[in-house]
């Protein structure tokens, strides 16, 4: 009530449109992309921890690695492996249920975790792009026959400008 007035019996505010400073604009703005950074940061660290966890796309090999001086040494080094394999079977025992409840939660979180780190970047971008309009400079939006490689969102070109 203190900063409103009526108008026609109608209870208006003052608009407060100039309430901060330019420089507290860009303050502001500078804290609100590193709460996102250290956001995204923190999250691409646990989706690679999660991942080694997992081993996501790295399969081990279960092999050994010989070496052989001629090739009479190689061909029994081979009759060896094939006598071994032959003796064992390949049968894996299946996995009991809760094992595989957990370890399908852990996929799913580590998918959305994945999907969450590109939405914060994508988040990331977006606002030091802001940034970086909001700052002194001239600067144009390019059209898009003038862009090399065509992207989803718009382009700028600064114009050089001289750093004393």
Request: hydrophobic content about 30%; glycine content about 4%; overall charge positive.
């Amino acid at each position: 009530m203190i900063k409103s007035r009526t108008v026609d019996g109608i209870h208006r505010s003052v608009g407060e449109a100039n309430k901060y400073t330019q420089e507290e604009l860009m303050l502001m703005k500078t804290q609100d992309i590193g709460y996102v950074l250290q956001k995204l940061q923190s999250e691409k660290k646990k989706v690679e921890k999660l991942s080694s966890v997992l081993h996501v796309g790295n399969q081990a090999s279960n092999r050994h690695v010989y070496f052989a001086e001629d090739r009479a040494d190689a061909e029994e080094i081979r009759s060896r492996c094939a006598k071994n394999n032959e003796g064992t079977s390949n049968a894996e025992k299946p996995l009991p249920d809760y094992i595989k409840r957990r370890l399908a939660g852990s996929y799913r979180e580590l998918e959305a975790r994945k999907n969450r780190a590109t939405q914060l970047e994508k988040l990331y971008m977006e606002m030091t792009l802001q940034k970086e309009l909001q700052k002194k400079g001239r600067k144009r939006k390019l059209r898009e026959d003038e862009t090399v490689a065509p992207t989803s969102g718009p382009v700028y070109k600064w114009r050089r400008e001289r750093k004393r």
